[in-house]
């Protein structure tokens, strides 16, 4: 934050903040560019400086690498003393992310189910807001580490798949119907079914790509696109063409799941690492969002 400032520009400090809140606040806000700092949810030893442009995407690899280039280079100009950038804290960008939330969603329809669930957040951001989301919803819900804990937030394969376990064991002994698992940045999630059985990776892509296309069936609304990275299995290809919706193949980065959620016509956009895209919510992906929608 400094050192942007020491070059003349003014900075919005978000402080600690899910990742979609950042993006929001650039697409609904007049800003040149926004960073996302954090812990990487995979690898304890790296740590990740997540770039976007004005309107919140991901920006694309080969300005990444002209940034990295000027960076190395020192390549940037000086502000003199008196162009110093200014920093400010934005008010209420949390209850701008809850209204946004829940207007497209059908929250009585989710409120009467009174769904019991169990949620594991990783000892991460998302426990700051969905607390109070998931209470707006009618929801009894268990919590698993629901604090911020910095020196938990990166998960490998291993205590990832032990928690999953955990998460599972938790929803059976209790008799709930559901359970999630959310990543660190609040982004992707894990799903436990009311029998312990456990949805990650393709075969959650495949659940929530039924759910969405069944769900929109039902509502009379019928689905002109969806799109899923390349790697996706062929259970989604035929639940495109049961449907009457057109598939379309994407690159398995949130970079290119972004480009395919701006494409005319596609709803709904699911990778093979947790994340789904919502394209009536937002152009990015958001774990919080995917939980309430399963739910919906």
Not at 61 to 73: L, P, T
Not at 176 to 186: E, N, R, S, T
Not at 239 to 250: C, D, I, S, V
Request: charged share 25%; hydrophobic share 40%.
């Amino acid at each position: 934050t400094s050192g942007i400032m020491s070059a003349g520009v003014n900075v919005v400090d978000m402080q600690q903040t899910p990742i979609r809140l950042t993006r929001l606040h650039l697409r609904d806000a007049r800003h040149s560019a926004g960073i996302h700092v954090r812990k990487n949810p995979m690898d304890r030893r790296r740590s990740d400086m997540i770039f976007f442009d004005s309107g919140g995407y991901d920006l694309p690899a080969n300005k990444g690498k002209a940034i990295e280039r000027h960076f190395y280079g020192e390549d940037f100009p000086r502000a003199p003393h008196d162009k110093v950038g200014t920093i400010e804290f934005p008010a209420h960008t949390g209850e701008i992310y809850t209204k946004r939330f829940t207007s497209v969603l059908d929250v009585d329809l989710i409120s009467r189910a009174h769904f019991k669930l169990a949620i594991d957040y990783a000892n991460g951001i998302a426990s700051t807001i969905f607390p109070n989301i998931l209470g707006m919803l009618g929801s009894e819900v268990v919590s698993i580490n629901a604090y911020l804990e910095p020196t938990r937030l990166t998960r490998g394969r291993e205590e990832f798949d032990r928690s999953m376990r955990h998460l599972s064991n938790v929803v059976k002994s209790l008799g709930y119907q559901i359970g999630f698992i959310l990543d660190a940045g609040g982004e992707r999630v894990g799903m436990v079914d009311e029998d312990g059985h456990t949805y990650t990776n393709n075969s959650l892509l495949t659940l929530l790509t039924k759910l969405f296309l069944e769900s929109e069936a039902k509502r009379g609304r019928r689905v002109q696109k969806i799109a899923v990275p390349i790697s996706a299995t062929s259970e989604v290809d035929e639940l495109a063409r049961q449907h009457g919706a057109e598939l379309l193949y994407t690159k398995n980065t949130h970079a290119d799941m972004m480009r395919a959620a701006s494409e005319e016509g596609v709803a709904f956009v699911g990778g093979t690492l947790g994340g789904a895209i919502f394209t009536d919510y937002f152009f990015a992906v958001d774990g919080m969002f995917t939980v309430a929608k399963t739910l919906e």
